[in-house]
């Protein structure tokens, strides 16, 4: 029982409420192994749709309450940070913080699991549901993509928080809550899923921009992809690659599906299929790779080479040709 009240207590100055023109949402601080494990990066990582790029230029602010210390607001004015990462297809932001805010507080900093989570695998989530702190247990259901599927319990004000494994380090940011329809036997039943994204889908996106940032400037990091000029497209379009998603088929899906406006505007802009490929090979255009089923830059060459093996002829050399544009096209 001591030793969990001690953990519990080094868990409170981990987490924080974050507080952004009113809407809330859960956050940590996390060191992350960028550039090396020996000079890490620490900072605040949170959901992206309530600390998002609008809310992060330089002349803005938002308030946070660590879980340690509820009775005081802090201020994070954005001038005065460092690396500020955010994406919205994985929907995810880090802010570098200040050594000034750091010494401080002194908040206590998370680390990420060096392996991803198991089927099954027992996670637990410290969290701010409806703007109480609290914690919940629960599982790892599934593993798809970037996204962990899992049971535990959550609700408004949840997203952004850590999932932790045994070791209480972090596996996944909680993200959001979704529901579909099943059909067990001939009867139909609404199933629950919680959706989390894997932290080192996370750190791999952060890492791509971090190690170009030189060469890029800090600003794509916190900005969604740019849109393309004709030009630009026109390239593509002489390479085989297009966008899925035209202007007409973009309005019907406002009008029929679940996505909103915004998401469907971004589709537009970021989704492109083969134009050749006998499979329905699809491209998503984010602001530090091109994704089909995985980056097609990644840090695996066991990745890479299951990549590979499920692609030939025009198909080899237009990923051939994507991972050597770099960051060109983003």
Not at 271 to 298: D, G, H, M, V
Request: aromatic residues 10%.
């Amino acid at each position: 029982m001591i030793q969990f009240k001690k953990l519990f207590k080094e868990i409170n100055r981990s987490i924080c409420l974050i507080n952004v023109d009113n809407s809330y949402c859960t956050g940590f601080f996390i060191e992350i192994p960028i550039p090396s494990k020996r000079n890490p990066l620490h900072g605040l990582m949170t959901f992206n749709c309530v600390l998002n790029e609008k809310r992060l230029k330089s002349d803005k602010s938002f308030t946070i309450v660590m879980a340690c210390k509820e009775d005081e607001k802090i201020e994070i004015k954005m001038k005065n940070q460092g690396f500020v990462f955010i994406s919205d297809l994985i929907e995810i932001t880090f802010i570098e913080l200040s050594h000034e805010i750091i010494e401080k507080y002194k908040p206590s900093f998370l680390r990420p699991s060096k392996k991803n989570a198991s089927n099954n695998e027992s996670i637990l989530i410290f969290q701010y549901p409806n703007l109480e702190y609290s914690f919940a247990h629960g599982t790892i259901q599934s593993s798809h993509g970037f996204n962990y599927y899992h049971d535990v319990m959550t609700s408004n004000g949840s997203s952004g928080s850590p999932l932790l494994n045994e070791n209480l380090e972090v596996v996944g940011v909680h993200k959001s809550r979704s529901t579909y329809l099943s059909r067990l036997g001939n009867e139909k039943e609404n199933m629950d899923v919680k959706i989390a994204v894997k932290i080192s889908e996370i750190i791999y996106a952060i890492k791509v921009l971090y190690n170009n940032r030189n060469l890029e400037g800090l600003k794509r990091a916190k900005k969604s992809p740019k849109k393309l000029s004709e030009i630009q497209l026109k390239e593509l379009s002489d390479h085989g690659i297009e966008l899925k998603l035209k202007s007409k088929e973009i309005e019907t899906l406002n009008n029929e599906s679940g996505y909103n406006n915004k998401q469907l505007k971004m589709l537009g802009q970021t989704l492109f299929y083969c134009t050749f490929s006998q499979k329905e090979l699809l491209f998503y255009r984010t602001n530090y790779a091109w994704l089909n089923w995985t980056p097609l830059i990644s840090n695996s060459e066991k990745l890479d080479q299951n990549i590979m093996s499920q692609i030939n002829g025009r198909e080899y050399a237009l990923i051939t040709w994507l991972k050597l544009t770099e960051l060109m096209y983003l």
